[in-house]
């Protein structure tokens, strides 16, 4: 992806009113592929959401070309996937490495950038635009706390804090009847829970040297992770989201200042969602 890319992306999501990834899909849906129908998460869900489409469904270049669907010239969009990628090993006979490549686990995951089409941007569009969405399947925020594979230690605190250690984190979190909504805790607890898979991930921010661009740095990771989870779970409270958005808006300047670490958020945040998902490409 190039720099130029990067700031285009940037530049869309920052040109939204208020804080675009704290916002619902109420009006057209979650943003989903047209040919598979499955739901786009991560990454893709808070570039997706800072456009403005008529419409939830992508598709790619390769399948309308498949279905001879004509695409509008100048309206693709960049998306991202996480593509395995794999390292021949010191003591690995190309016979090995060939063989782990198509069994075995990959050593790491980069991303591949592509474009897709909102569907109201083909020749398609006419013809399904008044459709039904089909509602997408949310689960419960509580079975997504007591299924994560990540291990923490829950304590009852004054406040919602998180201490990272390195084998066990701790999570702190007043009662529930201290909140002024079911929505509002468990906001704050994913994003507590973001924080606890800080070491796990082994997440550090190029700049954390400087202590307070790297506590921004984490805290937008946890801000658009729990975003991401309440989207998971179908959690839309128009209360959140503003307080969130008044949380969040002391860091445009810098956003905008260094694009990048907005950026790095993103992809962290969807490092962590997979971690506490128990979804693969979590490293």
């Not at 130029?4 to 804080?19: E, F, S, Y």
């Not at 550090?204 to 975003?227: F, P, Q, R, T």
């Not at 990048?260 to 969602?273: P, Y």
């Amino acid at each position: 992806m190039t720099d130029g890319q990067m700031k285009v992306i940037i530049n869309k999501i920052l040109a939204q009113d208020g804080v675009p990834w704290r916002r619902t899909f109420s009006k057209i849906g979650r943003p989903r592929n047209y040919n598979s129908k499955r739901f786009y998460h991560g990454i893709n869900l808070l570039l997706f959401h800072a456009m403005d489409y008529p419409s939830p469904d992508f598709i790619t270049f390769k399948k309308a070309m498949d279905e001879n669907i004509k695409l509008e010239k100048g309206k693709s969009i960049f998306a991202v996937a996480w593509i395995p990628k794999y390292k021949k090993k010191d003591n690995e006979s190309p016979a090995m490495f060939e063989d782990r490549k198509k069994h075995g686990k990959p050593n790491y995951f980069g991303l591949l950038f592509h474009n897709l089409w909102n569907i109201s941007n083909t020749s398609k569009w006419d013809e399904i635009k008044d459709e039904k969405v089909e509602a997408q399947t949310i689960i419960n925020p509580q079975t997504i706390i007591n299924l994560t594979p990540l291990q923490f230690t829950l304590i009852e605190s004054g406040k919602a804090k998180c201490i990272p250690n390195k084998k066990i984190p701790i999570i702190g979190m007043p009662p529930k009847a201290h909140f002024d909504s079911l929505e509002e805790y468990y906001e704050t607890f994913f994003h507590e829970m973001t924080h606890a898979t800080k070491n796990h991930l082994n997440r550090k921010y190029k700049d954390e040297a400087d202590i307070k661009e790297g506590y921004a740095a984490e805290e937008l990771v946890a801000e658009i992770c729990a975003w991401l989870l309440c989207q998971e779970s179908g959690i839309s409270n128009d209360t959140m989201i503003n307080n969130s958005a008044s949380y969040i808006a002391g860091w445009k300047a810098r956003i905008k200042n260094n694009p990048d670490v907005l950026f790095w958020a993103m992809i962290e945040a969807e490092k962590s969602l997979n971690y506490i998902m128990g979804r693969k490409n979590a490293k």
